[in-house]
């Protein structure tokens, strides 16, 4: 399974955009990009995903580098519920699990 | 979250003694999942299912079985628990096998069991 790989924290002020990086240099051409958060006590929620092109929901914004070793999730204004852990991850391939790995916790401060 | 129940949602247990966690789902999904939660590893896939009957290993699987006899029950057992155990569970399910499909995983709210 190919990794990702993201940084440990960030820090953001509410209202601002945020801008959460994840590096997979070693995708492969089927891998699909998963992102999901974590709330404090509850379980991961799915966020976005995409494949190749930038993709748009009411969550979030994904940006995908071209060369797709590289994506960034975006949330456009954040918000004190938006603090959580946010997984970066790369799903396809015969078994179609998601491996997580330690993801980038977000702080929000007002 | 709706379509997905975990039970229990607390447990304490003594080593040794087994244990089930019972995973219920009533979206019809195919794939079920069973991860565990530790500080510092995050999730931790155990084993996971891609139908009645069909089961496979994830990442952390000795100590654990599950079994699957139903499409919207998924069970994982603790043969006989041990300290290094005490986790929180979650389960999670997936559509049949489409990492297009928009709907992703959706997970359960977690078991937290204490092996004391």
């Known amino acids: 399974d190919a990794k990702t790989t993201q940084p440990n924290s960030m820090e953001s002020n509410e209202e601002e955009p945020v801008h959460l990086p994840c590096n997979h240099s070693?995708?492969?051409?089927?891998?699909?990009i998963h992102w999901y958060r974590q709330l404090p006590s509850q379980g991961p929620e799915y966020v976005i995903h995409?494949?190749?092109s930038n993709v748009n929901n009411r969550m979030a914004s994904l940006a995908i580098a071209e060369d797709r070793k590289s994506s960034t999730l975006i949330l456009h204004r954040a918000t004190l519920r938006d603090a959580a852990v946010y997984y970066c991850?790369?799903?396809?391939?015969?078994?179609?699990?998601?491996?997580f790995g330690t993801g980038t916790r977000l702080q929000v401060f007002p | 979250d709706a379509g997905i129940t975990q039970s229990p949602r607390h447990k304490v247990t003594e080593t040794g003694t087994p244990v089930t966690l019972r995973c219920h789902q009533t979206?019809?999904?195919?794939?079920m999942y069973w991860y565990r939660q530790d500080p510092g590893h995050g999730l931790r896939l155990i084993h996971y299912s891609y139908g009645v009957k069909d089961t496979d290993k994830g990442e952390v699987s000795d100590g654990y079985s599950v079994s699957r006899s139903k499409t919207e029950d998924f069970l994982l057992t603790l043969e006989s628990a041990t300290s290094s155990q005490t986790s929180v569970y979650f389960c999670?399910?997936?559509?049949?096998?489409?990492?297009?499909?928009?709907?992703?995983?959706?997970f359960g709210s977690g078991t937290r069991l204490t092996v004391v």
């Open positions: 995409g494949l190749t």
């Open positions: 999670a399910i997936s559509e049949l096998k489409r990492a297009n499909s928009t709907y992703g995983y959706t």
């Open positions: 991850i790369l799903r396809g391939g015969i078994s179609d699990k998601l491996i």
């Open positions: 979206e019809n999904h195919r794939y």
């Open positions: 070693t995708i492969s051409g089927t891998d699909y």
